[in-house]
DNA sequence: ATCAGTCACTTTCATTATGCAAGTAACTAA
DNA sequence: TTAGTTACTTGCATAATGAAAGTGACTGAT
């Protein structure tokens, strides 16, 4: 009666969720890229308990999301940095970002995310990076299996 | 000692985890969005408990993410299909799919998204709809609080 | 008419996860 | 010496998750 692991599912969606599917998990990277390192400062701005914040920390340094360091020696004092794989992590809040405020905001969006050159609020799309094209077209379609007669490795 | 609710929080990131941040909600809204529509073809392609299934996709149309649709009187049938703020969900799905074969596909992606004229994988980034800019780039900053000269309920 | 089969669930109950309150440890500064 | 800061852990109650089994309303074949 464990909960389900998705993480030997096949499907990268299901792979990811078991990173950062728990309660709390988005929403720490959230406050993580945003620059917030330590404790305390995490605490204060979730208002999540202490011992739910450790525990989710532990799980996002082992998923290598997040990587502890030792900022001061005496006292021993941590704080906790973005990795290459926690910075990758952003788009996926921008996305979450973007529904909820075309959803979930009835008065209009509390948050955005705005061109600092220009002020001018960004409208957050997905596209494909060579051909710009909106993912929203269907003619984008999620497929299973890997690119016929390519082995696997040093392929595309 | 409820679980702590995020849909009080002003954070539109916080407002969609309450409605789609659970165990197994997102699988179901990705296999929903592939085509899935019964009870049925639900369990057996997540390979969920029923139990489980039902609370969830109670909950997804409570959240308005999915419509419960009556498809035959006799025997009573039921069929869930994604409602357009469900339809919109599409592109967290993507930008996770994206995440998930960046860093946890170490034998090359199993799922791909696919441009169905040219055959080509696409690779999925977050752009703004208007300049087309990465919002990768640094110039774009998340911000808190409504543009200025436009209240709306008084809040600054 | 009986029986197997399908579909869409619900009920029961054990196991996990979550969360509040409180406590601990290692310091620094007054 | 006392108070304050930072970064946690422990204890325990409540809530969520999940496997197994059961229910209800039918259809279709013998």
Redesign the pocket.
């Known amino acids: 009666?464990?909960?389900?692991s998705f993480g030997s599912m096949a499907c990268p969606i299901a792979r990811s969720l078991e990173r950062v599917g728990?309660?709390?998990s988005m929403l720490i990277l959230r406050d993580a890229l945003r620059g917030t390192t330590?404790?305390?400062?995490f605490?204060a701005g979730l208002?999540?308990?202490?011992?739910?914040?450790?525990?989710?920390?532990?799980a996002l340094v082992a998923a290598g999301l997040l990587e502890?360091r030792r900022?001061?020696?005496?006292?021993?004092?941590?704080?906790?940095v973005p990795t290459e794989c926690g910075r990758d992590f952003r788009p996926v809040l921008q996305t979450l970002l973007a529904w909820g405020n075309r959803h979930f905001a009835p008065d209009g969006p509390r948050v955005r995310i705005v061109d600092t050159e220009t002020g001018e609020t960004a409208e957050p799309i997905v596209v494909d990076r060579r051909t710009g094209r909106p993912l929203s077209d269907p003619v984008f379609r999620t497929v299973y299996g890997r690119p016929a007669g390519q082995p696997q490795d040093g392929t595309a």
Do not use: C, V
């Open positions: 009666m464990q909960r389900t728990e309660w709390w330590r404790f305390d400062d605490q208002g999540i308990a202490p011992n739910m914040l450790s525990r989710r920390l532990k502890k900022y001061s020696d005496r006292p021993p004092r941590y704080e906790y």
